[in-house]
């Protein structure tokens, strides 16, 4: 049976950490799907077809990967409507081991049959979100090494019209 496994993320905007996550992953499953989903913990910069647009680019060197979204269903419901039997998640740290835990032992009261496989962050990564990039490039701090070259130009064409 193909193994399928779902990324769910807010991916606001993807970085270089969850792009080496999801190439480390793609090697993993059969296919790998990319869930670009809505947090309603955080208040998003980039609209999910600007975040969609965005992986999609990103990824588009993987064969494996593909990107959905969607905003109002749960992570499980939408694994088991895509055959995909195991989350994909990254660890940065200790705050994000709690963190992900919450996460997967609340997936797994919901659904007994799907699996979180995690794997550590790259550690040239594992100090970087899209948050602390975000604020730092508001600054115009240098960003670029952490970000895919189309995250770059989405900022890069959002301060443009802003400044227009
Ligand atoms: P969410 O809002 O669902 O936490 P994120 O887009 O912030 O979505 O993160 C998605 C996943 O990617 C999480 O498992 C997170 O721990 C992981 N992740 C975030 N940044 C990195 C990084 N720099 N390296 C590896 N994994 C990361």
Known sequence: MKKIALFPGS???LTMGHLDTIERGAKLFDELIIGVFVNTNKKSYFTSDEKMAIVKKSVAHIPNVRVITQENELTVTVAEKLGAK???????????YEYEKEIAL??????????????????????????????????????KEYLPEA???????????SEK
């Open 11 to 13: 991916f606001d905007p």
């Open 86 to 96: 195991f989350l994909l998640r990254g660890i940065r740290s200790i705050k994000d």
């Open 106 to 143: 609340m997936n797994r009261h919901l659904d007994r049959d799907l699996e979180t496989v995690f794997l550590l962050a790259e550690p040239k990564y594992s100090h970087i979100s899209s948050s602390i990039l975000k604020e730092v490039w508001t600054f115009n701090g240098d960003v």
């Open 151 to 161: 995250v770059y130009r989405a900022l890069e064409e959002k301060r443009e019209n």
